[in-house]
């Protein structure tokens, strides 16, 4: 159903956020339209407004009075790994700490060794149905980190497989430099930044660099030196920082002009105040806090003291196997304490602007025909679901998936 023209009628409601990033109470401003239509040409939308004055179209298509919502992006994915972590989460149930496990080689190193054996149509294989579930809970934009590969050959696999993958998908490809070699980590950082950071920027493999800056990963030295590199080869950069110790890393992203800060579970006022003081969006994890049981990141208090937040699945095998970007929406609501407005904000303009994109996310003239159609007439079904998906229908530039 692409069509060079097609107007979209029937629908209950229309529900949208403002375009571009949003930050502190003009995150709960949605433009809810009843009994509306949405005109769609070239993949673009043309003309969003109330049904009665729907201008002419070649094609019409009625969507039964159910709810449209903007097509959610998911900013932050591990969707591409291999082996599982089902005897991680055993010791973790037996007691044993996410930290415990990788500083005894299990946990992210247990699936960077099968990631690194595995090859690019096997590494396709295993992720196409994840990015299928995502898909199907309404994300039309997804990210995809590397970072299972250690060894350079294994990260650029893995970035290969997202570069396949794009043909099925829509996917912003990053580049993640995850936990340190267990030797030799000071040249491990000097070759990220003068051989892989470089290579991926030529070869077009990735449109951000991200770092994990933690007490078992990455110092904000070294981070910072990685950052500069990115800066020096045209791409963005993007941190996991505050999930255990609030180490500096969300001041130096801040500082440096990081696209976003994720993760922020450790996050305290220091931090709070620096993301909502900078144009960095505070990427938020809710899968994470219920898989791992960490605290909830500090959404409520990172919204209120005017910071532009976003909410992310953080789909990977250890730390979050959520398969659905509207359950993150829906979690960021029970366990961080946002309003459903300010969810499905997090979860469209303001996770687009966490990829730097400013294209999507809203139902505005202009912006890309990304959107879903609801089972129900209600959109507040969308954040009220928990275990069902409340999305019957997927469009992706105003094409059905
Ligand atoms: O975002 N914290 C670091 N990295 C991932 C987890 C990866 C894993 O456990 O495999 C995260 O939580
Ligand atoms: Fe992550």
């Not at 107007?7 to 109470?25: C, M, Y």
């Not at 291999?82 to 044993?96: N, V």
């Not at 980590?185 to 470089?198: F, S, T, W």
Request: aromatic share 4%; charged share 20%; hydrophobic share 45%.
């Amino acid at each position: 159903m692409s069509g060079a023209e097609t107007l979209f009628t029937n629908i209950s409601q229309l529900v949208t956020p403002r375009p571009g990033p949003q930050r502190g109470a003009a995150m709960r401003e949605l433009t809810v339209l009843e009994d509306a239509a949405l005109l769609v040409k070239n993949g673009l939308i043309e003309w969003v407004g109330p049904a009665s004055a729907a201008p002419a179209a070649a094609q019409t298509l009625a969507l039964g009075g159910r709810a449209v919502v903007p097509g959610l992006i998911d900013p932050h994915t591990h969707a591409v790994w291999a082996g599982d972590r089902l005897r991680d989460w055993e010791a973790k149930l037996g007691g044993a700490t996410y930290e415990e496990i990788l500083s005894r080689g299990g946990g992210i190193r247990s699936t960077m060794r099968a990631t690194a054996a595995a090859s690019v149509p096997e590494l396709v294989r295993l992720a196409r149905p994840r990015l299928g579930a995502l898909r199907d809970s309404g994300a039309t934009t997804v990210e995809v980190k590397s970072g299972y590969g250690l060894d350079f050959d294994a990260e650029l696999r893995m970035l290969q497989a997202v570069r396949e993958l794009q043909a099925e998908f829509e996917l912003i490809p990053t580049l993640l430099i995850h936990v340190p070699p267990e030797q030799g980590r000071a040249e491990y950082v000097q070759g990220v930044c003068n051989d892989l950071i470089p290579r991926v920027a030529r070869e077009k493999l990735a449109a951000a660099v991200d770092v994990f800056s933690e007490q078992e990963a990455f110092s904000v030295d070294e981070t910072r030196a990685m950052f500069e590199a990115a800066r020096a080869n045209g791409l963005r950069f993007k941190l996991h920082a505050d999930q255990f110790h609030a180490i500096g890393g969300t001041e130096l992203a801040c500082e440096l002009g990081a696209l976003s800060v994720d993760h922020l579970e450790a996050s305290g006022p220091a931090q709070i105040a620096a993301l909502a003081a900078s144009g960095t969006v505070a990427t938020i994890l809710p899968g994470v806090t219920l898989h791992l049981g960490l605290p909830a990141a500090p959404a409520r208090q990172l919204v209120d003291a005017g910071a532009v937040v976003a909410v992310g699945t953080d789909l990977n095998p250890g730390s979050s196997p959520a398969f659905s970007t509207q359950l993150a929406l829906a979690l960021a609501i029970r366990l961080n304490r946002l309003t459903p407005a300010e969810a499905l904000t997090a979860c469209t303009v303001n996770a687009a602007a966490a990829l730097g994109l400013n294209d999507r996310g809203s139902l505005s003239a202009g912006q890309r025909a990304d959107f879903s159609v609801l089972h129900s007439p209600d959109w507040r079904d969308l954040p009220y679901t928990l275990g069902a998906s409340p999305v019957a229908d997927v469009f992706i530039a105003g094409v059905k998936q």
